[in-house]
């Protein structure tokens, strides 16, 4: 069946460096890719997603890359902040609102001050 | 635009219990989530609403958990019996039908199994 896998599980950055998180998919016909933050004892909002027909989306200190032939993708944080701290979920699904999305195992991001 | 609500929010039960969990979507949105997050992984589908209609439910155990969307608004889950490994957050999420991809989700239930 689909699989999406993450890594790292947890990471730990110094404050003001960068944090990538990567992830890779099993089902090619996947063509979006959310990315979710998951503060402690709260729901997951999603940050950023970018579709297969782009490979790379930025939004402020937030970037995302895709490589479909490889079918994998990154987050990308730079200059870290101590709000950036939080579990981080990748996902891959075909792509509309009646595909069901698989989800990443998370990573736990912390920042050291 | 007020989000995704769910009851209750925390929940113990006994082991052979049953438990019911509520969710009323974003309105206007056609499609509806549970999911079932275990500490610390992902997110795991357990059933997927289009309407009032189900759209996958290949992840849900079928013997103990059912969900229901009459009207094709509210939803309920509900686990009858639960066991220990049901303990979990329960999340309810929904999205647009159009191309609108993103998923909002609930504050979840977090459910004890003793």
């Known amino acids: 069946g689909e699989n999406v896998e993450q890594h790292p599980s947890t990471l730990s950055v110094q404050e003001g460096d960068s944090a990538v998180i990567k992830c890779t998919y099993s089902?090619?016909?996947?063509?979006?890719f959310p990315w979710y933050k998951q503060e402690l004892g709260k729901r997951p909002q999603l940050i950023i997603d970018?579709?297969?027909?782009?490979g790379e989306k930025k939004d402020q200190r937030i970037a995302v890359t895709l490589n479909k032939t490889a079918k994998h993708f990154s987050l990308h944080i730079t200059e870290t902040q101590p709000e950036d701290s939080a579990v981080y979920f990748c996902?891959?699904?075909?792509?509309?609102?009646?595909?069901?999305?698989?989800f990443g195992s998370g990573t736990r991001l912390s920042i050291r001050p | 635009e007020a989000g995704v609500a769910q009851s209750p929010r925390y929940k113990i039960i006994e082991k052979r219990q049953s438990v019911a969990f509520w969710c009323n979507p974003i309105?206007?949105?056609?499609?509806l989530y549970w999911y079932q997050q275990i500490l610390g992984q992902g997110p795991k589908l357990l059933i997927q609403?289009?309407?009032?209609?189900?759209?996958?439910d290949s992840q849900l155990p079928k013997d103990r958990f059912s969900a229901e969307r009459l009207k094709g608004v509210d939803s309920t889950l509900k686990i009858q019996p639960a066991k220990l490994e049901d303990s979990a957050v329960y999340l309810c999420?929904?999205?647009?039908?159009?191309?609108?991809?993103?998923?909002?989700f609930g504050p979840g239930t977090r459910l004890t199994v003793t």
């Open positions: 089902d090619s016909a996947s063509n979006y």
């Open positions: 999420a929904s999205s647009f039908k159009s191309d609108s991809y993103e998923q909002y």
């Open positions: 970018i579709r297969s027909n782009v």
């Open positions: 996902a891959a699904s075909r792509g509309s609102s009646a595909s069901k999305i698989i």
């Open positions: 309105s206007g949105h056609a499609t």
């Open positions: 609403f289009q309407n009032n209609g189900v759209v996958d």
